[in-house]
């Protein structure tokens, strides 16, 4: 029930887009279209995820027990780094199309600080293997959510008679105020 818990809150109430306003870069650059959101989405899960498992890992086992606790930002960067090249380079390979529509923000995961949150938030929430995998998991689901919704209201906008001054991202920032506030009804949910 924990874990249920705590994918829940991760998900719907401290969405790390709507709530904590981390990610949102990728958030208003790729939420153009409804593949691109899901192609980041599902990209952010994978590094979100992989990165957490692999900065416990290297937390408990390498940089705790050597003492070098303070060492956990710079190494965090550095996996971080690593993994959104795998990434890269497997969309590239596997999917040429995704790639080229993801464009410069599919390396720009490497500076997302919300892949860098999580496997902080993890280490200093002093969460055990199970729950850093469902924070790990939670948090990128309600990221990819709110993506797919973002995006879906945001090519529906495009066909609409919007204000010469609101087109584009002022919209896009309009949309995603009142997206914030509906999600703030989540708040007492957990």
């Given amino acids: 029930?924990?874990?249920?818990?705590?994918?829940?809150?991760?998900?719907?109430?401290n969405n790390i887009i709507l709530s904590k306003f981390i990610g949102m870069c990728p958030f208003i650059g790729v939420s153009t279209n409804l593949k691109s959101a899901i192609g980041m989405g599902v990209a952010v899960i994978f590094v979100i995820f992989g990165a957490s498992l692999v900065s416990f890992g290297l937390y408990y086992l390498v940089l705790e027990p050597l003492g070098l606790e303070y060492m956990k930002l710079i190494a965090f960067?550095?996996?971080?780094?690593?993994?959104?090249?795998?990434?890269?380079?497997?969309?590239?390979?596997?999917s040429p199309s995704l790639y080229?529509?993801?464009?410069?923000?599919?390396?720009?995961?490497?500076?997302?600080?919300?892949?860098?949150?999580?496997?902080?938030?993890?280490?200093?929430?002093?969460y055990d293997i199970w729950q850093t995998m469902v924070n790990s998991i939670g948090v990128p689901v309600g990221f990819m959510m709110?993506?797919?919704?973002?995006?879906?209201?945001?090519?529906?906008?495009?066909?609409?008679?919007?204000?010469?001054?609101?087109?584009?991202?002022?919209?896009?920032?309009?949309?995603?105020?009142?997206?914030?506030?509906?999600?703030?009804?989540?708040?007492?949910?957990?």
């Fill in 1 to 13: 029930m924990e874990l249920l818990t705590l994918f829940i809150g991760a998900v719907l109430v």
């Fill in 77 to 94: 960067i550095l996996l971080i780094a690593s993994f959104v090249q795998f990434v890269e380079m497997f969309i590239k390979k596997t």
């Fill in 146 to 190: 709110v993506m797919v919704i973002f995006s879906t209201i945001r090519e529906r906008l495009s066909g609409n008679d919007v204000p010469e001054a609101f087109k584009g991202n002022p919209i896009a920032f309009v949309v995603a105020a009142i997206m914030a506030i509906a999600f703030s009804a989540f708040a007492g949910l957990v």
């Fill in 100 to 126: 080229k529509s993801l464009g410069i923000y599919l390396p720009l995961i490497t500076t997302n600080c919300a892949v860098l949150y999580v496997a902080l938030d993890n280490i200093t929430q002093g």
